[in-house]
């Protein structure tokens, strides 16, 4: 049974870090994309970061260039989500990927986990 699990949401202030993790099971980690998602409210679900399946090549979308890290622990069949510098503009619902990389391949998500930026 396939499972990503998501955690580390939560409510910080502006400024503030927070550190999401993504623990999956049920496939070969170590051969999957990994990225990590986020849907606010009222607006379409986004990339912000992904990484492939060794870490070699990380992407991020451009309002979180310099404050997010993803990283991957193949070890701990885990992907992180470093969030620094934290805006209320990034409040939203964050999840987990997991893509085998062909067309037609494996995706599989998690059930998200909230992030609130907020004083």
């Not at 998501?6 to 999957?32: D, I, K």
């Not at 470093?82 to 409040?91: A, I, V």
Request: glycine letters at 10%; aromatic letters at 10%; proline letters at 3%.
């Amino acid at each position: 049974q396939v499972q990503l699990v998501e955690s580390g949401g939560g409510l910080v202030q502006p400024g503030g870090s927070l550190r999401l993790s993504c623990a999956a099971s049920g496939f070969t980690f170590s051969r999957y994309r990994m990225s990590w998602h986020r849907q606010a409210p009222g607006k379409e679900r986004e990339m912000v970061a992904r990484i492939t399946s060794v870490g070699e090549v990380t992407n991020y979308v451009d309002s979180v260039k310099g404050r997010f890290t993803i990283s991957r622990d193949n070890a701990k069949n885990t992907v992180y989500l470093q969030m620094n510098s934290l805006k209320p503009e990034d409040t939203a619902v964050y999840y987990c990927n997991a893509w085998s990389g062909e067309i037609l391949g494996n995706n599989y998500w998690g059930q998200g986990t909230q992030v609130t930026v907020s004083s």
